[in-house]
């Protein structure tokens, strides 16, 4: 029986590492870099287009908590992204003085202006969850006046 060394023993694992963590992504979805920590952030700016709605700011640590982890939601796969006008803006006033926009539409996330095809339906269904979280009341109103 031959004897496998350490140094392939541990190659071997660092290989199969690597292979999930491509796989996973390929699958899931790559996630936004750069999304400011919670702690981070002083306070954030919501607006929705489709709803014709100027931006609202948010400054309860709740509500910025939420905002940050719906980012989550937007994990997107490699590839030219569709460019059309965002539905969601998010815009984040950080601590320091600085700020970091995220906005969306159904298929492309843009991050400090960069594009990103998003995956799936990650776009339509961040689009309804954060209507459904911060714009409620404009919502029913909308849909009461169809």
């Given at each position: 029986m031959k004897k496998i060394s350490?140094?392939?023993?541990l190659t071997i694992i660092i290989i199969?590492?690597?292979?999930?963590?491509?796989g996973y992504f390929l699958i899931k979805g790559?996630?936004?870099?750069?999304?400011?920590k919670i702690e981070d952030v002083s306070y954030v700016e919501?607006?929705?287009?489709?709803?014709?709605?100027?931006?609202?700011k948010f400054t309860e640590m709740k509500d910025i908590?939420?905002?940050v982890n719906l980012t989550n939601l937007l994990l997107y796969k490699l590839g030219t992204p569709e460019e059309k006008?965002?539905?969601?803006?998010?815009?984040?006033?950080?601590?320091d003085g600085n700020s970091f926009v995220i906005s969306?539409?159904?298929?492309?996330?843009y991050s400090n202006g960069k594009a990103?095809?998003?995956?799936g339906d990650n776009g339509k269904a961040f689009i309804k969850i954060i209507e459904g979280a911060f714009f409620f009341s404009e919502l029913v109103e909308k849909e009461k006046g169809k």
């Open positions: 350490f140094n392939n023993y199969m590492v690597i292979i999930v963590t491509v790559i996630p936004l870099f750069g999304v400011p919501i607006s929705d287009n489709k709803l014709n709605i100027n931006a609202r908590e939420k905002a006008e965002p539905i969601i803006e998010l815009v984040f006033h950080l601590k969306a539409n159904e298929k492309t996330v990103y095809s998003l995956k």
